[in-house]
Nanobody, 123 residues
């Protein structure tokens, strides 16, 4: 499956953005995660939605970000509210079609990656 991330942009602190991760084919059996990488930092886990719609979040975004999926559109969304300058990063979506083993917070859990979309939050 090929992934296309979109929806990034420039927003002021406190604002919102919605990212989308569109798949080239059926997405319903995939776990889909979001990661981000800020300049000079390692890629870090943000959120994941399992094939059964369980969701998990990094503590740094919990209660501000919401991940959801629309299987009819083969798309997963990341709604980001109350954005902070520290949220500035390139955001990547990733997908896995193998069995869930709980290690969703590491990059190696995922088999497919999108190209990334830039999110910049100004203070």
């Amino acid at each position: 499956v090929q992934l296309q991330a979109s929806g990034g942009g420039l927003v002021q602190a406190g604002g919102s953005l919605r990212l989308a991760c569109a798949a080239s084919g059926s997405f319903r059996t995939y776990a889909v995660g979001w990661f981000r990488q800020a300049p000079g930092k390692e890629r870090e886990f943000v959120s994941v939605v399992s094939r059964s719609d369980r969701t998990f979040y990094s503590p740094s975004v919990k209660d501000r970000f919401t991940v959801s999926r629309d299987n009819a559109k083969n798309t997963v969304y990341l709604q980001m509210n109350s954005l902070k300058p520290d949220d500035t990063a390139i955001y990547y979506c990733a997908a896995r079609n193998r069995a869930w083993d709980g290690n969703f917070y590491v990059s190696g859990f995922y088999d497919y990656w999108g190209q990334g979309t830039q999110v910049t939050v100004s203070s």
